[in-house]
């Protein structure tokens, strides 16, 4: 069954746009490429629509939306829009907003049962060392909560280093969170990728010597991994807590098993297609067919009865 699937991306010549356009022709469906922030769109009583530059959009049978984290409320209103028109969508709004936020998504994953790095929030530096020692003491990880590609991720090896970085990002208006520092961990840690319950390929990252932040952007070196079966449980309940079918979850190797760091709701493909030479984007788009069938069979079921 062909479907029209409208990728939403603000950069047509990224590796996962081009990766999922590709997968898709591949399978014969109509592909268009659309930039989230240039679209508007009316809401009427039953009738609602998506104009992409002015012009108004064919409506698609699905959508996988491609969001940076610069504009996730912007993307995040279009993916409802077409959530109110009963399209498919390879991520939920609301899946989406909850990822994004760092802070709620530990909050959340803690409160169900799932090993994370111990975590701080601090309203100022007053009782730093006591939280710090409560985390375990030192060196602890400070983190901007608004982070990406290691950027803002800070190693404290002293109280007062600690507290003068905290209060430097506070002055920033930045949010900040304190976590215990995985020393096993060995400044390696875990991307697995999950599609529809089932991780689907999983690279290790590697710092360089040095550096205790394994992102590609800072010269990490990956491989492919195999998870182990706790690790696999942990991931896909996570990624089920979070209400997310498709993600990127980030995990830590700690003396007391698996640690989720993360769980990325719109995972970059080419680190973990040209490491583990996995073709994810065309599982992505088989998960997007298997979710059509279905649509169609119960319109098809209700019209019948
Ligand atoms: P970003 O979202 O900016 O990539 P992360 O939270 O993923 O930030 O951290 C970047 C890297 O730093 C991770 O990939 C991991 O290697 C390392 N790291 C992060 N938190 C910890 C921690 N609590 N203990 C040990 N290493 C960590």
Redesign the pocket.
């Known amino acids: 069954m062909k479907m029209k699937i409208v990728i939403l991306s603000r950069g047509p010549q990224l590796y996962s746009t081009q990766s999922l356009l590709r997968a898709g022709m591949r399978r014969g469906h109509q592909i268009r490429i659309i930039d989230h922030v240039l679209c508007d769109f009316m809401i009427e009583k039953g009738q609602m629509s998506v104009y992409h530059n002015g012009f108004l959009i064919d409506q698609p049978d699905a959508i996988i939306p491609r969001i940076g984290s610069s504009v996730t409320a912007k993307g995040a209103a279009v993916i409802s829009q077409f959530e109110a028109m009963n399209r498919i969508t390879t991520v939920r709004s609301m899946a989406l907003l909850q990822a994004r936020d760092k802070l709620r998504s530990l909050q959340k994953l803690a409160s169900c049962g799932i090993g994370i790095?111990a975590t701080a929030y601090l309203n100022d530096t007053e009782n730093i060392r006591t939280i710090i020692d409560r985390l375990g003491g030192l060196p602890v990880?400070i983190?901007l909560l608004e982070?990406?590609?290691?950027?803002?991720?800070i190693l404290a090896e002293s109280f007062k280093s600690a507290e003068s970085t905290v209060e430097a990002f506070q002055k920033l208006k930045e949010r900040v969170i304190i976590?215990?520092?995985?020393?096993e961990?060995k400044?390696?840690?875990i991307r697995a990728l999950v599609v529809a319950g089932e991780v689907v390929a999983a690279m290790k990252?590697q710092?360089q010597a040095g550096e205790?932040?394994?992102?590609l952007h800072r010269g990490a070196s990956s491989t492919p991994v195999k998870l182990t079966a706790q690790e696999k449980e942990v991931v896909l309940r996570s990624t089920k807590i979070m209400g997310l079918d498709i993600a990127g979850v980030?995990i830590?190797r700690s003396s007391r098993g698996p640690l989720i760091?993360?769980i990325n709701a719109s995972p970059g493909l080419e680190g973990i297609e040209t490491t583990t030479r996995i073709d994810v984007s065309s599982k992505i788009i088989h998960y997007l067919e298997k979710r059509f069938r279905f649509q169609q069979d119960q319109i098809k079921s209700n019209k019948i009865r």
Request: net charge negative; proline share 3%.
């Open positions: 790095p990880v983190k982070s990406t590609h290691g950027i803002g991720v976590q215990e520092f995985i020393e961990a400044g390696a840690d990252r710092a205790f932040r394994s992102n980030d830590l760091m993360e």
